[in-house]
């Protein structure tokens, strides 16, 4: 079976640029959550979907970041523009009903110069 | 307080030996507790639910308090295998039903020593 797929694995980019993070849920999973990952903070959860729809989008740093759902197979997080201190692992998980078992990609590494 | 806290560590541990940490939660609602495992640059894995009645799998038991409020999670007979970071994670559900609002701990970093 094939695991949430995140990409890219490793993003480098310039402050002031956009940046696009991509992930592709688990099959018939119909939750779907954006984490991001820093020492300082630990995991902390961004936005997620249900059914493709945005339910709570209250850990979305600023005005920055945004996140869409278009369909249940894929999603994508933005930031725009992007600075030195968005610099972190970007997790995308997802989740079957109400088990709360959420299973994660690998991660998107993102360093912002 | 933090809603979910744990110590970061590390523990160092002789392999073979038991290793506990603990882990406490400040929403006295929470419905329900985990524990993932991630290793080095890799994304959490589920390692366990934890039951209220408590419950093993393997080397591993999880047990949880309400009544103070925290979970533990025991590893006995430790492997090198068994380094990584124990992140605890509690579902603090503010309205009904659904996956929401589940909150990770920072992690507790163990490190099996030969």
């Known amino acids: 079976d094939a695991g949430v797929i995140q990409s890219p694995r490793h993003e480098v980019t310039e402050m002031g640029q956009e940046v696009t993070l991509r992930c592709k849920p688990i099959s018939g999973h119909d939750y779907l959550f954006w984490y991001r990952q820093t020492m300082m903070r630990g995991l902390e959860l961004l936005i997620y979907f249900n059914n493709n729809v945005p339910i709570d989008d209250s850990g979305m740093p600023e005005d920055r970041f945004s996140a869409k759902m278009p369909n249940a197979s894929f999603s994508t997080l933005k930031i725009q523009p992007s600075e030195p201190r968005d610099s972190a692992v970007y997790f995308c998980a997802s989740s079957f009903g109400k088990k709360n078992i959420q299973y994660f990609g690998a991660g998107t590494r993102l360093s912002v110069l | 307080r933090k809603e979910v806290e744990q110590d970061p560590g590390p523990f160092n541990v002789p392999e073979g030996a038991t290793v506990a940490f603990n882990c406490t939660y400040s929403?006295?609602?929470?419905?329900?507790f985990f524990w993932y495992r991630q290793d080095c640059r890799k994304e959490p894995k589920l390692l366990m639910s934890v039951y209220s009645s408590g419950n093993e799998d393997g080397r591993f038991t999880a047990q949880l308090n309400r009544a103070s409020q925290y979970i533990s999670l025991l590893i006995r007979d430790s492997k090198l295998s068994d380094s990584a970071t124990y992140l605890c994670?509690?579902?603090?559900?503010?309205?009904?039903?659904?996956?929401?609002?589940?909150?990770f701990g920072k992690g507790t970093h163990l490190i099996i020593q030969p």
């Open positions: 994670v509690v579902n603090n559900k503010y309205s009904g039903g659904g996956a929401d609002g589940l909150t």
């Open positions: 929403n006295s609602a929470s419905q329900s």
